[in-house]
């Protein structure tokens, strides 16, 4: 490669500037092409996701219905407001509890399936072809199929129950104050285990089988292998997929609202049902920016003290080949 | 190659210093520049002239199944037929759709020509922000042509700013057969009756009515009607402008609900299921497995749609009167729809409106749709029996009250079902549902 700069030009008309090597002059150039190729996506983030965000929590600070300009200025009433609404307050328990279930039960399943489905096995392609279907279907679709399925008593679950006898298991499902939040966890286990499933398979893929082969001549049996082997080497996966999952369940919507709209009475309301609730149907659009502002929040403290102290040894590893100074390194190996 | 790098480019004036690069760097700013101007000439058409020179008037109905879409629709066609100079654009929205789109559309400040409306509180707001035609003067002289109970919740300060369409009532449709079978000579009359019939019902293991718990507004007609009854159609306007709901008729309203929901009389799930839909409270209803549901005059067109219907073995009774009440046994509560139109829409729009309700037009809707007609001329068009229990109900009407979640402010609309829901639903008493409703009132 022959740079430009060391090259003196031949026409003696260009000003002296172009033909000296200036590293200064070259650097802001360099920073001027990149500056200029950033602004589009810059102008775009700043429209799109900064203004937005700006705007939702100016709104938040007032009274607003929507129509008109926003004028009934409250200060921090909406947010003091938040915390005293049980049914806030119920969003974040039953938030906390989607996590805890979901990180809990939901991807241990997942893994467990990925690691049977690992082995050979006649017809694993098609379970695990299976398994995923669920998750390519769209949410409304998935709610509206398991609404009629636990519908009570006429819906497919109390039947199959009853025909193979056991008539007093089935019951209210997605209608009871109690079980409607079990039954949602079991629907949403049903469509998204298969995606971590599939995250999880490609991260065993990528283990490789001399290390099982190593360990086994060593005399590890299968759960030495699987704790001390593949589970550390599938770590970043599985950090991801528990960011993905935790993501997910802060945000979860589209279900609970076909379903249940979040009843009954408000047993399965999430946050974001909440924001809908007073932004869309009753028009409190001040109130309902302060929801979205919590939910925020809470979104980018989870997500920042989780690349901070969870991913960082995942994010650290790609980011350092990108560095300067491990290159300088190389070379200076090299040229030893 | 170095020399090759410096080419200057032909289009540019000053080659002299221009490299590849740098003319690359302003590539993508040029790009934006087009994105942005592209943007700003989207352009809107409504009230406008077309290409042909005719007056755009554009129509948002909610009217998304058939038959009502094909014959609104024809409606547009026939009209433009006999106005050659007017184009009306039909935009059909699905209800939700419609209430979000046209919320987003009161904020921007500018509404479709012709739109269609609830009256009430939501339309309301609108007028108060300044978007709506004051139609006082403009319908005037035909607006007399249309049932007066059907104009109220369109009218304010004596200014009509919308033009219904359709009327209708909420009151029990009732499963005759079943009725017979649990050996109940004839509906009840009084609250106490009612709750009578209930408990005779269920003692014939008859599951008395249908409720879609989880939309929450079927649950709400049972209060505001048993608060009207309290009330009065009177006190009920008082309390809302007061915005307090605090008063003895309303805490007592509760009571007499809770009354209702101890004896049990819903059917299994109640509080998950939706209104209509085959796993719904029509669909109970219309499958025979309830008795009763309270409900609008759409009820019978539902239960055939979600179920299969009941045919001859439907009836309708009023809601009953309630014992010391100040409100009578022939109020009414329901509503209808109608159009309002944008500040400043072209006065093909009003043409249109006069159009659409004229008696030749109400018909054709009577006999396609089945609704409840507003003009008095086509009412002799409608034969459903059921159809004319609900307008002979209305005609006789001493009093009228719109829905809640539409008389009043969205906000205090919602608290109402939600607050009711609640009370339903075992987690609110009849007190806290009108602590809530006031408070929210009161912040409005």
């Known amino acids: 490669m022959t740079d430009t700069t060391t090259a003196a030009p031949p026409a003696p008309a260009v000003p002296p500037v172009h033909t000296a090597p200036r590293p200064l002059a070259r650097r802001a150039r360099d920073w001027l092409t990149a500056v200029l190729f950033t602004v589009p996506a810059l102008v775009l983030f700043l429209l799109l996701v900064l203004a937005p965000i700006l705007y939702a929590l100016y709104v938040s600070l007032f009274n607003w219905g929507g129509f008109g300009a926003p004028s009934d200025f409250v200060g921090l009433d909406n947010f003091s407001r938040l915390l005293d609404d049980p049914v806030f307050l119920g969003d974040l328990w039953r938030g906390l509890l989607l996590v805890a279930l979901s990180v809990g039960l939901q991807l241990p399943f997942a893994l467990a399936m990925a690691v049977v489905l690992n082995q050979r096995l006649r017809g694993r392609a098609v379970y695990r072809m299976l398994f995923f279907a669920p998750y390519v279907l769209s949410e409304v679709v998935t709610g509206v199929l398991f609404s009629m399925i636990f519908a009570p008593d006429s819906g497919l679950a109390d039947r199959v129950l009853g025909a193979i006898g056991l008539d007093g298991v089935g019951g209210l499902w997605f209608a009871g104050q109690d079980t409607v939040l079990p039954t949602l966890f079991l629907v949403m286990t049903w469509k998204y285990f298969g995606f971590h499933m599939m995250l999880y398979l490609a991260g065993l893929q990528g283990i490789p089988a001399e290390l099982h082969e190593a360990a086994r001549i060593d005399g590890a049996g299968p759960w030495q292998r699987f704790r001390y082997l593949t589970l550390p080497l599938l770590g970043p996966t599985i950090r991801m997929s528990v960011f993905l999952s935790v993501i997910g369940a802060i945000q979860l919507f589209d279900l609970v609202w076909v379903v249940t709209q979040g009843g009954p009475d408000h047993h399965s309301e999430t946050m974001a049902v909440t924001l809908f609730q007073f ?44 560095r300067t100074t491990p290159v300088r390194a190389t070379v200076k190996r090299a040229s030893r | ?59 948002w109905h909610i009217s998304t199944s058939e038959p009502a879409r094909g014959l609104w629709n024809a409606r547009a066609k026939a009209f433009e037929a006999a106005h050659p100079d007017v184009r009306i654009k039909v935009v059909t929205l699905e209800n939700d759709a419609f209430k979000s789109k046209l919320t987003a559309l009161t904020s921007s400040g500018k509404l479709p020509d012709v739109y269609h409306t609830w009256g009430g509180g939501v339309l309301k707001q609108q007028v108060d922000a300044g978007l709506v035609e004051d139609l006082t003067d403009s319908v005037s002289t035909w607006i007399d042509t249309l049932v007066p109970a059907s104009r109220e919740p369109y009218e304010f300060d004596k200014k009509t700013y919308a033009v219904p369409n359709d009327i209708g009532a909420v009151g029990f449709w009732y499963n005759k057969a079943l009725f017979k079978k649990a050996k109940i000579a004839s509906p009840p009359t009084t609250w106490v009756a009612f709750l009578d019939t209930v408990r005779t019902l269920k003692a014939a293991g008859i599951t008395p009515i249908a409720l879609g718990g989880k939309e929450k507004w079927p649950g709400m007609y049972y209060w505001a009607y048993l608060a009207m009854r309290l009330a009065g159609v009177d006190g009920m306007q008082q309390a809302a402008e007061a915005k307090d709901f605090t008063g003895d008729a309303f805490v007592k309203a509760g009571e007499h609900l809770e009354d209702l929901v101890d004896l049990a009389p819903f059917q299994k799930g109640f509080l998950g299921a939706p209104y209509s839909s085959p796993t719904g409270q029509a669909a109970t209803m219309g ?118 979640d539409q008389a009043y402010p969205p906000a205090v609309g919602q608290e109402v079902n939600d607050s009711v829901a609640a009370l339903i639903a075992g987690s609110k008493s009849p007190e806290q549902v009108t602590r809530s409703v006031t408070q929210v009132a009161k912040s409005q």
């Open chain 2, 287 to 404: 499958n025979g497995k309830t008795a009763m549901e309270l409900m609008g005059q759409w009820a019978p067109r539902e239960q055939a749609a979600a179920g299969k219907g009941i045919g001859d073995d439907l009836g309708f009774f009023p809601f009953p009167a309630v014992e010391g009440g100040k409100g009578r046994g022939t109020d009414v509560f329901g509503g209808g729809g109608g159009y309002a139109l944008r500040k400043g829409a072209p006065q093909e729009a009003v043409d249109f409106l006069k159009y659409f309700v004229s008696a030749e037009s109400e018909r054709l809707l009577v006999k396609g749709t089945g609704i409840i007609p507003v003009n008095k001329d086509a009412q002799d068009a409608l034969t459903d029996p059921n159809l004319k229990a609900v307008l002979a109900m209305l005609n006789k009407s001493t009093g009228f009250q719109l829905y809640l």
């Open chain 2, 1 to 59: 190659m170095p020399a090759s790098e410096r080419a200057p480019l032909p289009a540019s004036g000053a080659a002299s210093g221009l490299s590849r690069r740098r003319f690359l760097g302003t590539v993508p700013v040029a790009g934006l520049g087009v994105a942005v101007l592209t943007s700003c000439g989207d352009s809107d058409d409504s009230g406008a002239k077309d290409g042909s020179g005719r007056t755009v008037v554009e129509w």
């Open chain 1, 279 to 322: 932004g869309f149907k009753r028009y409190q659009v001040g109130y309902a920016s302060a929801i979205s502002i919590a939910m925020f929040l809470i979104s980018l403290v989870f997500a920042l003290a989780y690349q901070r102290f969870v991913l960082r040894r995942d994010t650290e590893g790609a980011l350092t080949t990108m």
